[in-house]
């Protein structure tokens, strides 16, 4: 082999040397998020606003449901998820299995609406017990008069998130005291707007959504008022203080990321993407149709991202337990 043949030989290496060390380092630069619909357009805006300030940050973000989210976070494949309900026992189990510890962080507030048809103006309030008798897994119910003898001779159809999704496991915990627990014979979608479409277009319709999808079509829509069995009111999750102020009772909930613990030991962009999110995100949660955390809560929040707390506080949380209990 001639001078020039070792020559050429040297500085391929050198390239692949190179090309190596750049895939590895843009890699590390990379954040994933995946999850929920419920929480994904303050996680969007969050990631925009963060490309603003470091345009070499590469944030994705994705909304397969929490369940789904949850899996692949689990699986190791990605460095985020984020919930619309906590993270379950079995689900820890998994994430221990791959040695992924998290940290969890609530990051907003949303109320679940109980919305119907525009036109339907012969319901203005349910209580949890009406709703338990609509969606238990027992439950015949198929007309609104069988809800209450004083409501018309009309159909029921029902519209509900598919049921890996953090507001099917919510909903249903708070409202038939178990998650999942819910009747099947109703019309499912991980895509809200999907039922919110649903109930829109049908006269007997009823259904349940995130807040922020109710508030961008509620010319499409009647928000029923929920009776709380706490104070006997009948309230609304609009104005956002009832929520804020947790008078909106069980339907109000918290909504998490939960970070890789591995990611955050390997990819220095991950802590740097939420730090930027404990610091800032606040400015844009109403934006994004949810409530803010009360101010001391941030505060908590940081420290604990600072000193790697890792595990949950709110596996066993109730619905309608303040979140200032469990931060």
């Not at 391929?12 to 750049?22: N, R, V």
């Not at 490309?51 to 899996?71: D, E, F, P, W």
């Not at 969606?135 to 209450?148: D, E, G, Y």
Request: hydrophobic share 35%; charged share 20%; aromatic share 8%.
């Amino acid at each position: 082999m001639n001078q020039r043949q070792v020559l050429l030989l040297s500085l391929s290496a050198f390239t692949l040397s190179i090309s190596a060390c750049s895939s590895i380092d843009e890699k590390k630069s990379q954040v994933s998020i995946d999850g929920g619909a419920v929480g994904y357009p303050l996680h969007q805006a969050v990631a925009e606003e963060y490309h603003k300030v470091n345009s070499r940050a590469q944030i994705s973000v994705a909304s397969s449901g929490t369940g789904g989210g949850i899996s692949k976070f689990c699986a190791g494949e990605i460095d985020i998820v984020g919930a619309s309900r906590p993270i379950k026992e079995e689900e820890i189990k998994r994430c221990d299995k791959k040695q992924i510890q998290f940290i969890e962080l609530p990051v907003a507030i949303d109320g679940i609406a109980v919305i119907v048809n525009a036109k339907n103006n012969y319901i203005q309030c349910l209580s949890i017990s009406e709703l338990n008798d609509i969606w238990n897994p027992k439950s015949k119910i198929t007309n609104w008069n069988q809800v209450n003898q004083e409501f018309p001779d009309i159909p029921l159809k029902l519209y509900a998130p598919a049921s890996d999704t953090g507001t099917f496991d919510y909903f249903t915990q708070a409202v038939t005291g178990k998650a999942k627990a819910s009747r099947t014979d109703y019309t499912p979608s991980h895509n809200q707007n999907v039922l919110v479409q649903g109930v829109a277009g049908d006269k007997g319709g009823l259904g349940y959504v995130g807040i922020n999808y109710y508030s961008a079509n509620k010319d499409k829509l009647h928000l029923l008022r929920v009776q709380s069995p706490i104070t006997g009111t009948c309230e609304k999750p609009v104005p956002l203080d009832t929520v804020a102020n947790n008078l909106y009772t069980p339907l109000s909930r918290p909504l998490f990321i939960y970070v890789s613990k591995p990611s955050l030991d390997s990819k220095p962009a991950v802590r740097e993407f939420v730090n930027f999110y404990i610091d800032n995100s606040k400015q844009w949660v109403e934006g994004a149709g949810y409530v803010k955390l009360p101010d001391e809560a941030y505060g908590r929040l940081k420290q604990k991202f600072e000193s790697n707390q890792v595990g949950t506080k709110f596996k066993d949380a109730k619905p309608g337990k303040p979140i200032t209990d469990f931060i």
